[in-house]
């Protein structure tokens, strides 16, 4: 009995030694393991967590800006330029304070959304005083480029960036939609040179010539910095614009200016919408005036939005829940009076006008089509809407509207006379006429002959605004032939006073297509 006590005490005791720790390790903690052990991965075992503190740059301000100068200062990340042609450009800023005061209360509807797009992207919030110096914040600017919008995208470069432009919109001119190409263009060309200063000349001169001036310096010896490069003098200027506004921003008071009050916080909201609707009565439902719609939602080219295009619309905030609540109580056969018609032919404005039951006056100057102009097949025109028209426009048509226009082709009723052994079907042919509409002028058949001299009734072509010349290969000659002096001189008279007036109606042609494109 003693020895079975004995065993069993000794069996006690070897498990209990079982269950004790292992020996820590030289200048190590009880339980933690040393530097490159590997866990054994036994049963119950749990693996040692690491602690390690993570860095941090700069500590983020429980405190939210006071407004949304504050917001842009903190922001700021570019460095500063310090030179003569900063504080000519400053200088040119402070002694306009007029023009300062209308430009900044035209950023207050769009700073607070470029300065969110910049934020959220981790890019410096100097760029969004780059509107003040391309074009105002005014999104109807158009240089004389044809670069348009806040951010004056060149033709081009918009479509390169996705901004659709035709003749329903321009989304170079859009809030949200040009933002974001200028932003993605900006963060691109930074990735291309590593340099703010350099994107931003690139930006203004194009990344081409940039590169090229890089390259030119870097064969010379020379250094390849933003104030190294020989560059035009509106890029040479174009940075130090920035850097004066920005100076101005980050402490008006050392300038003298006192900057007016804009909040921290959205002063548009976005809407939604699933049908087409006037862009008046979209004012209407909202409460808001006429214009102030129109500078929120500037890239609409005609007097109706096209939801397949424009599937939001920017409101003031207040107002896009009022537009939401009367949008919903309105009839939806009344939203829209306008739609997009796509002609069928080629046709004369008059056709157009009579097909789509409008005044033929009020159907050029809606579209920009010039008087003497045909509106080629295909092309895409804004007319009333009928009880006909489907409730919404097809994507294809808004995202393809254009308008194609040719000169109009004018028949201008002369008289020829007929040759020797002539018939009505050789005059016509001489002409490019068919034989059967020659007949029918003449009330006689194609194969009528003619005698010597007889006159003919023909309807040749014309461009609208100049005379006939009446000249085809031979005809021209064998009627002039048959006319005394007297009718050559009454057919030249009408045709050198159309003539004397065809560069006028040119320049106009000209000057209308520039304004259309």
Known sequence: MKLLHVLALGACVWLAGCAVPPKEADGGAAGTPTAGATPTGQAGAMPAVAVTELPSGKVAPLAAPADLWERIRRGFAMPNLDTDLVRQQQQWYLSRPDYIDRMVE????????????????G??????????????????????????GLWQFMPGTGRDFQLTQNVLRDERRSVLD????????LQKLHDMFGDWHLALAAYNWGQGNVAKAIERNRAA???TGYLDLNMPAETRNYVPKLQAVK??????????EMLPDIGNHPFFDTVDITRDIDVEMAARLAGVRLEDFKAL?????????????????LLPWDNAAVFKKNLAAADPTTLASWTAWVAPSTMATREAARQVSMDEGDLRELNGVPRGMMIK??????????????????PQVVDNAHLALAPEVVLRRTTVRARRGDTIALVAARYDLPAATVAGWNKTHASAALKPGRAVVVYLPVRAGRAATASPRAGAKASSRHATPQRAQRRAAPAKAAHK???ARKAAGKATTKKRR
Do not use: C, W
Request: overall charge positive; glycine content about 4%.
């Open 297 to 313: 939602n500037p890239s609409q080219r005609k007097p109706i939005i096209f939801a397949a295009g424009t599937p939001q619309i």
């Open 178 to 185: 040009s933002t974001r190409a200028a932003l993605d263009y």
């Open 501 to 503: 007036a065809t560069p």
């Open 123 to 148: 890019m410096p919030t100097e760029l969004a005083l780059l509107p003040y110096v391309e074009s105002a914040f005014n999104p109807q600017a158009v240089s004389s480029a044809k670069a348009a």
């Open 106 to 121: 035209r950023s207050r509807l769009y700073l607070f959304h470029v300065v969110e797009e910049l934020e959220l992207r």
């Open 377 to 394: 097949q295909g092309s895409t025109l804004v007319v009333p809407r009928n009880g006909k028209t489907p409730s919404a426009v097809a």
């Open 247 to 256: 100076n101005i921003i980050a402490d008006p008071k050392l300038y003298g």
């Open 221 to 223: 010896g020379l250094p």
